[in-house]
DNA sequence: ACGCTAGGTGTACGCCGTACACTTGTCAAT
DNA sequence: ATTGACAAGTGTACGGCGTACACCTAGCGT
């Protein structure tokens, strides 16, 4: 009975269940937020208890992002355009699924073996569709971060995130500031002014931004592998 | 005399002075290892002296973000598209002269007055150049972190950096799993095998990889402004 | 019956950011 | 010349972090 107890307490614990729980965790509570302590915390077991499953917390972040990378989807059958965008779509979705993995693919330099299958996999597509070793190579390195399914979005410039936390009189005053000071910010963020100082809209769609990207490069590869362009640089 | 003393040892420290050192150690030891403390120290100073003059850390990070934008050259009196590019290109070389700070900008959400400035300015070439406000926001969007002069290279794919770290023939063993394992992914990298099994080159140039990218989508931005595209979502 | 081993524990160390209360050096107003 | 406000720098302390290291213990193959 206590041993009945004790085992039903403790499923023993390992290396996929660790990651589980820190995947299910981060999404919960944020990169920043997710410390072995804490981990070991929510997994009901003391902070070293981890370091029997995974080596220290690279190696779990590491981890970490191969489980995420394992939510993409396969692609089967396609013309090469349409298999890398089905398959970089498919890695937004699941990028989209757990915020933090951007960051966290963003730091990591290590190429695990989801990393690496990811990436062979995509370029054998541009192979198969019947590119050039030269092409493809300088094509992966312009697809960079998007082939991941995101890219930073750095120009998130407008005054739609600190919003509510200043009375609105201040907010319309920053804007004026701000239109005074980066006039072509605001005209292109979207913010619309209405006739009494109050701001709206600032409507953006992430996924139109990004697939608007990946689009314009794809059209992009298409008409320098049509025209049989090479870097001039051997290979 | 004391006083003299006392006087040259404490040239008094101020704001500038804080940013400055902190860039210079970041250039020296990395991100990661730049802490208060040891950036005090640095200084000739206690670690609660700093907080005189930065208010934490992400605000003295948001102001080293600041030194190194404001070595981006302004560029004068060109077409868009030779702007923008010029723009952009000395933009890398200033991340390019301190490699922490592309990691610091992917991290830091915070719209600093340089950070906003630098993003204005892009914005505003585009529509000196006729381009719609429209199109200008998408391309933006597009550019990305390119604006900034660096895309992350999540490709570095290939066997070139875990070198000297072992016998070369274990090198060579690993070589040949990987050529098994991650086919296109080698043949894509630029590896060359020698018939002894040795690897070499593995030549990748950076700059003529981000400039690749980055013309490909000035071309693709030309084309759509030059047949009058429109995302038709109004605006 | 016994010892090996994998999994979990407890303690401890050195680092971090920073809150808070303090001294001290400078200078303007009295 | 005295004072007192203020900015700059100090010292101590707290809670959190990653993780090294020694230890325990349950279960298993022999």
Redesign the pocket.
Known sequence: MT?QL??SR?T???RARVLEAAVALADEVGLEAL????LAEALG?????L??HVA???ELLDGMVDVVIGEIAPVAGAGWKDAVRLRVLSARQALLRHPWARQALETRTNRTPAVLKHTDEVIGMFLAGGFSVDLTHHVMHALGSRMWGFTQELFDAAAGSQEAVMPPEAQAAMLQEMARTYPNILEVAGVARHDDGSVVSYGCDDQFEFEFALDLMLDGFERLHGRHWSSGRGQ
Chains 1, 2 share one sequence.
């Open positions: 041993q004790e085992t403790r023993p614990l390992n410390s072995m302590r804490r077991v003391v902070p070293m208890a370091y029997k220290n917390k690279d």
